[in-house]
């Protein structure tokens, strides 16, 4: 047995997951149409690879705070139907398709909140999800971040502590997909790495590498 790691947004879907939910919220009334420039502005950063994942996640929770659990997970689960699911590429859902047929476990691994990874990973038939740990006490969410964040090097540390935990699967190899150069460590870290609609600086560094260049579209 195998394990498939997916990046999630501009690898699984053609867009970024948490862009859209911040869309989402806005055109339900329920976060303010200034937040969409904030994130944008953040984006910015994080495609020039100097955003803080700290800053970028406080932004974007700020709308849950003090919601409640039962509450954002139905808003989540129309979000999903509405905007992630058609956004899927053909090709990711052909791969994911593959692994299951070998019989490999697929996870999900994503710098987005784990509000929306895991449920979208749910929705994918895949096995599980490791991102960004969203703190929630009693019952409501209080806009914060908990553990090791699912980010650049983060991803590669969370991914191990997963697999310590594991007594059951023992993975022969592992596979990597991402469209990210913030993913170069989980890139690294795969026997298959695969770059997704990669821009110039990850398609050379997979040309350089070995590695295989897909194009995905929807």
């Not at 990711?92 to 691994?109: F, K, L, P």
């Not at 997909?177 to 026997?191: F, G, K, R, V």
Request: charged share 20%; hydrophobic share 40%.
């Amino acid at each position: 047995m195998d394990l498939a790691l997916f990046d999630l947004d501009e690898t699984l879907i053609c867009e970024d997951s948490t862009s859209l939910w911040l869309r989402w919220l806005v055109s339900q009334g329920f976060a303010p149409a200034s937040l969409i420039e904030q994130e944008q502005a953040l984006m910015a950063e994080y495609y020039q690879g100097k955003l803080s994942i700290e800053d970028y996640m406080n932004t974007t929770l700020a709308p849950l705070a003090g919601l409640g659990r039962l509450t954002v997970s139905g808003w989540v689960r129309r979000f999903i139907q509405r905007d992630i699911m058609p956004r899927v590429y053909p090709s990711a859902r052909e791969r994911m398709a593959w692994h299951q047929s070998r019989g490999d476990t697929i996870m999900v691994i994503s710098a987005s909140g784990e509000h929306l990874v895991i449920p979208i990973a749910q929705q994918l038939g895949a096995h599980g999800a490791l991102a960004i740990g969203v703190e929630i006490i009693d019952d409501r969410y209080s806009g914060q971040t908990y553990g090791t964040m699912t980010y650049r090097d983060g991803k590669v540390s969370r991914l191990t502590d997963w697999k310590s935990l594991q007594t059951v699967n023992h993975f022969q190899h592992t596979w990597a997909y991402s469209d990210s150069m913030n993913d170069l460590p989980l890139l690294e870290h795969a026997d298959h790495a695969y770059v997704i609609n990669p821009d110039a600086l990850l398609q050379q560094e997979a040309v350089q590498r070995g590695w295989e260049i897909c194009r995905w579209v929807k």
